[in-house]
């Protein structure tokens, strides 16, 4: 097993590595709870025509419920994968992939804000939490090879899917203020 010091100087099993993805994704992800619908109206007006929705979620955004039911759905995934970390010791091509990915997805947080030129749903957490976290947990996993690369890459379709489960449950109710959309 990796021993890794938690900053403090006292020693930490790759399993602090593992769970941190998850505490650190949840505390992440609290944050995109509470702002992801209000902003996300915002955000989705400026996309490009050329990008796929409705008009409803181009103009409203996305409702508390598609929020809520789409992180409980990444929340089970997260949890599988830190869980397949503890059980690797931390050398799963998924969990090694999952960090990577776990660090742009705070990387493009940050971009988007940038681009927006104000607030975008979880960059008050990527430079406190998402980023430190990686840069931790970097440093006591293998070098980044092409499997875990090709699994952080599977987060692109695996959000779509994700997103796409949600709407295909919640239907008209993923768009934000959907109770008045007819009226």
Known sequence: MVSMSDGA????????????????????????????????ARTLRRLPRA??????????????EHVTLSIGIMAVIVTAVSRRGIRSGGASPLFRGAVLAFGVHGLLHMAGAAALRGYATGVATSPTIVLPYWIWARRGLSDIDRSAVLAALSVV????????????????????????AGA
């Open 51 to 64: 990008v796929p929705m409705t008009e409803g979620l181009r103009e409203r955004g996305v409702s508390q």
């Open 157 to 180: 379709p695996l959000l779509s899917v994700v997103h796409g489960a949600a709407l295909a449950v919640l239907g008209e109710r993923s768009v934000r203020g959907w109770r008045q």
């Open 9 to 40: 100087g006292s020693p930490c099993s790759m399993n602090c590595v593992c769970m941190g993805l998850l505490a650190a994704w949840a505390l992440h992800d609290a944050e995109e709870l509470v702002t992801m619908s209000p902003a996300s």
